[in-house]
């Protein structure tokens, strides 16, 4: 459940939204915030502005909280994001072991304001030489 103050920092997150539209940029923000509130970190969507598909901010945020803040640190920080973290960022923000994400629009939602802005997904084919690949990934993680 979100309460007021998610709410208000979730606004804040929408404003960087609008943000990034003025700019030219898809409308999307992030923040990410301390547990006593603190914004730590904001960004908005410049993939356009950047040409570079993967400026979302929220995987540019949980870059930032990989790189600047302690593990511990990090896992007691919220992202708070105007859209749903896509397949992407979502995997990003777990790699970053960020612990809790607030959005406002769901990602459903999102299709139904812009129909056919999902992706299908890549066909993978594997596994295959198993051997060689071991040898090079074997005694690398302990
Ligand atoms: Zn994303």
Known sequence: MTTPDDHALLRQAIALA???RE???????????????TVLAAEHNTTLTDQDITAHPELKLARWAARELDAATAARTTMYTSC???GMCEAVIQQAGLRR???????????DIRP????PPVPQDGPAL?????????GYYR
């Open 130 to 138: 198993l051997d060689e690949v071991r040898a090079v990934v074997e």
């Open 23 to 37: 700019g030219g940029d898809p409308p999307f923000g992030s923040l990410l915030v301390a547990p006593d509130g």
């Open 84 to 86: 749903q973290p896509c």
């Open 116 to 119: 056919g802005s999902g992706r």
């Open 101 to 111: 994400v607030v959005f406002a629009l769901s990602n459903e939602q999102l299709l």
């Open 18 to 20: 609008a943000k990034a």
